[in-house]
């Protein structure tokens, strides 16, 4: 074989058995790097998911407040009898 051939083969030759090595290496380890199932998809709004199904994302007595703030806001406490809650325009 030609001197010239041995320069360019080489190093190649070194490259693809140091990736197959590491590829080697890491294939035990690829459970522990996979991305979790998706059921944080699917759960419904305003639960999360969790290691066995999905959760509240709020402690009882408050909700999530989705539209303005992102955060859990306590439950409104309920209009007295008879007074229907009306909005006040600015």
Not at 27 to 43: G, K, N, R, S
Not at 45 to 51: D, K, N, R
């Amino acid at each position: 074989m030609a001197d010239w051939l041995h320069t360019y083969t080489e190093p190649m030759r070194r490259l693809l058995i140091a990736a197959l090595s590491v590829v080697a290496l890491m294939a035990p380890l690829a459970p522990a790097v996979m991305p979790p199932p998706a059921v944080l998809t699917a759960c419904a709004p305003g639960e999360t998911g969790v290691t066995n199904g999905c959760a509240p994302f709020c402690l009882p007595g408050r909700y999530f407040d989705y539209d303005h703030t992102g955060l859990c806001l306590q439950v409104p406490p309920p209009p007295p009898n008879d007074v229907v809650p009306q909005s006040v325009s600015m």
